[in-house]
């Protein structure tokens, strides 16, 4: 990472949820959670633990010069609700092809 920039990511033991409009869209107890620096902590969620059926990929993509490149998935009534990394740069490497959901719960 750069001077002053930092990500770290440990193995949670936190019970995600991801739920929308009353349907479970993601529930896993084996996230991913990244913390990074001016942002808030983000569960990626592994692929197992989604509910992909129920995504539709958006065409949107953005990039982050510590991550690489992020491809979004929306659902109805909800744009670009989720990202993946499919090839993260290698600092990050563990979340490779995770989800990660703007709005998530733990329980």
């Not at 989720?82 to 563990?94: E, I, L, Q, S, T």
């Amino acid at each position: 990472m750069t001077r002053g920039h930092d990500i770290t990511i440990e193995q949670g033991s936190e019970h995600v949820r991801v739920v929308k409009d009353g349907r479970v869209l993601a529930e896993s107890l084996r996230p991913l959670v990244l913390r990074e620096t001016g942002c808030p902590p983000r569960y990626y969620l592994p692929p197992e633990d989604v509910r992909t059926d129920l995504l539709t990929p958006s065409g949107t993509s953005t990039h982050c010069p510590f991550k690489g490149d992020a491809r979004y998935w929306s659902v109805p009534g909800a744009a670009d609700l989720v990202w993946a990394y499919a090839d993260p740069k290698p600092d990050v490497a563990a979340i490779k092809n995770h989800f990660c959901f703007y709005d998530t719960e733990t329980v």
